[in-house]
């Protein structure tokens, strides 16, 4: 069962996919784009956690830009790449503060709440929990996390990540850099898959890795059961 949510902030309202589980009430997740907007990928993967039991939740994050824009890895890069280039992470982060607001008070939703985020939605799920207060948090190939890693130690949450060793977009250096920021962090794991690339859990992506993928979801998962409350 799915439904669109609209959220409003100051200076709008932008709109949120909604997956229900069938047993409620449930935690929720808010799911963080890549850079084509909430398409098919995205909502499938909302899709995928309902079924686990989790409401899964996607806010628009390019509503300032393109609402609503729906775009595809195999033909939109020219205009993803606008998209990104244009996207404000210090006015996305509220937009992301507002929508886990909007998922504790959600009908049919226990209160708990948890992000995660793929490319740019890793970034600005690693952003928003450290600069509010989530659940739990789970990054995917987050691209520029190493330019903000003075903010890792404001990270209380039980946070992990995940990276590909090949990743074209994220240097060994940089994600070497990453983990050295959270060294000594027991809130905080970070799992690297061998030989997997940029991602690599995308559904039908170019880069798929449908070994890889299964291996995280499995740890995001189980690792949302935990910190999230569901039996």
């Known amino acids: 069962m799915s439904e669109i949510l609209s959220i409003t902030v100051p200076d709008g309202t932008f709109s949120a996919y909604v997956a229900r589980p069938a047993r409620q009430p449930a935690p929720a997740v808010v799911i963080l784009q890549e850079i ?77 709440v948890g992000v995660v985020g793929f490319c740019l939605g890793g970034l600005m799920t690693f952003l928003t929990a450290a600069r509010s207060n989530v659940d739990a948090a789970v990054c995917y190939y987050g691209g520029r996390t190493e330019q903000f890693l003075a903010e890792a130690p404001n990270v209380t949450a039980p946070l992990i990540m995940h990276f590909g060793t090949e990743d074209e977009y994220i240097s060994r250096d940089a994600q070497k850099a990453i983990k050295d920021s959270v060294a000594g962090m027991p809130n905080v794991e970070i799992f690297t898959y061998q030989g997997s690339a940029h991602a690599f859990s995308r559904h039908n992506g170019t880069k798929y890795d449908a070994a890889a993928a299964a291996l995280a979801n499995g740890r995001t998962a189980s690792f949302f059961k935990t910190h999230l409350g569901l039996a």
Not at 38 to 55: C, H, I, K, S, Y
Not at 83 to 110: C, K, M, S
């Open 36 to 112: 084509f907007g909430v398409n098919p990928d995205l909502r499938q993967t909302a899709d995928e956690l309902a079924a686990l039991g989790f409401v899964g939740i996607c806010p628009d994050l390019f509503w300032r830009q393109a609402p609503n824009v729906q775009l595809s890895d195999k033909t939109d890069w020219d205009k993803t790449g606008k998209l990104y280039e244009a996207y404000d992470v210090n006015q996305g982060v509220p937009d992301i503060v507002a929508t886990v607001q909007a998922a504790r008070t959600l009908p049919g939703a226990t209160g708990k």
